[in-house]
């Protein structure tokens, strides 16, 4: 099992441009996350899902935009960059909502906006 | 809202000191409560967990008890290693378990 996996692992973008990231696991977990990184301030969730098909805001989702069209497959979308997308973002996936269960992370991906 | 506050640290030690790093926590209900260490230029990697009050989550020779009197879940190891070098982060997991709430991470560097 790969668990999950994040592509790119790192990018530089210029400021208006777009990007996706992908997001993969393979442990048919329903429940998928995008957090971004940054000092200081740990993790904040920018968008989840709880199965295919559907997605949901988390606590700063302003600029993004993601898809699960298939269970293993989340994208997080940048429609216009900007310096302050700047972070290292990481995914999650977890089996089920439970509060006891434990999210699974990627090895992130570096964004650099200019 | 829920949050998490740690200790930011950085923290240095030499190898085989022990190691404290405080966490508390602000939330309605009764979270679940977790320690995930990330190593450098990796993902979080979950290290223990506690889902009720007075519940020890071990791991590694870590440790951490859910103290529901102090709100806090703080993080101790007797005796750490070079190895135990990375960041670490105490996390609360909301009753609607749709998403953690993170505190900012502690800096641990182990000298030899």
């Known amino acids: 099992n790969a668990g999950v996996t994040q592509t790119p692992k790192f990018r530089v973008l210029k400021t208006g441009q777009s990007m996706t990231l992908l997001c993969a696991q393979d442990?048919?977990?329903?429940?998928m996350y995008w957090y971004r990184q940054d000092p200081g301030m740990g993790l904040r969730l920018i968008h989840y899902s709880v199965g295919e098909g559907t997605t949901a805001k988390g606590e700063v989702p302003d600029g993004y935009n993601v898809s699960r069209l298939k269970k293993q497959n989340f994208l997080l979308g940048l429609e216009s960059a900007a310096p302050s997308q700047t972070s290292v973002y990481f995914c999650?996936?977890?089996?089920?909502?439970?509060?006891?269960?434990?999210?699974?992370f990627g090895p992130g991906t570096r964004l650099l906006v200019l | 809202g829920d949050s998490v506050t740690q200790m930011e640290g950085p923290v240095t030690l030499s190898e085989e000191a022990f190691l404290t790093i405080n966490c508390t926590y602000t939330?309605?209900?009764?979270?679940?409560l977790f320690w995930y260490v990330q190593y450098p230029g990796e993902g979080l990697q979950l290290l223990l967990k506690a889902t009720k009050a007075d519940d020890k989550g071990s791991n590694k020779g870590f440790e951490a008890t859910y103290r529901k009197e102090t709100t806090s879940f703080h993080l101790e190891k007797g005796s750490v290693q070079v190895s135990d070098s990375a960041v670490y982060f105490c996390?609360?997991?909301?009753?609607?378990?749709?998403?953690?709430?993170f505190g900012p991470g502690t800096r641990l560097s182990v000298l030899p």
């Open positions: 442990m048919n977990h329903e429940y």
């Open positions: 999650a996936s977890s089996y089920s909502a439970i509060t006891q269960e434990t999210q699974y």
């Open positions: 939330a309605t209900g009764y979270p679940s």
């Open positions: 996390a609360l997991s909301r009753r609607d378990g749709q998403n953690f709430v």
